[in-house]
C-alpha cells in the first residue's frame, strides 16, 4: 500500500493549488482521508478530512479557502486551495485509514512542500 502526494509548488498570495493523494496497492476500502500541514517550527495540524461516505471537514483556518474531494474510480483524494496566504506555507501529508490485503491501518504519503509567497 502507498500514498503518493503530489501537487505542491510555489504560488503567489492570492493564487491556487490543487494537492493530489493517490493510492495504491491491494486496498479494499478507505474509511477516510485527512490531509496535514506542518511549517517550520510549528506543529502538524490536520487541515481536512474526508470520509468514505463523503462527509468531509476542515481546520477553521482553511474553511471557505480548502475544499477536499475524492475521485473513488481513481482512488485519488484532492485538495483545492484557494486564495492562498502565505501562513499556508507548509509540507502538506495526505494520511488514510484503509484496509488492504496486508491488513488494516493508518498509512501516510511523503508529502509535498506548499510555498506562498506575499
Not at 493510492?23 to 479494499?28: D, E, H, N, P, R
Not at 485527512?34 to 461516505?53: C, D, F, N, Y
Not at 471537514?57 to 474510480?73: E, H, P, Q, W
Request: some cysteine.
Amino acid at each position: 500500500v502507498q500514498l503518493q502526494a503530489s501537487g505542491g509548488g510555489l504560488v503567489q498570495a492570492g493564487g491556487s493549488l490543487r494537492l493530489s493523494c493517490a493510492t495504491s496497492g491491494s486496498i479494499f476500502s478507505i474509511n477516510a482521508v485527512g490531509w496535514h500541514r506542518q511549517a517550520p517550527g510549528k506543529e502538524r495540524e490536520l487541515v481536512a478530512t474526508i470520509t468514505s461516505g463523503g462527509s468531509t471537514d476542515y481546520a477553521d483556518s482553511v474553511k471557505g479557502r480548502f475544499t477536499i474531494s475524492r475521485d473513488n474510480a481513481k482512488n485519488t483524494v484532492y485538495l483545492q486551495m484557494n486564495s492562498l496566504k502565505p501562513e499556508d506555507t507548509a509540507f502538506y501529508y495526505c494520511n488514510a485509514i484503509l484496509h488492504s490485503i496486508v491488513g488494516s491501518g493508518d498509512y501516510w504519503g511523503q508529502g509535498t512542500q506548499v510555498t506562498v509567497s506575499s
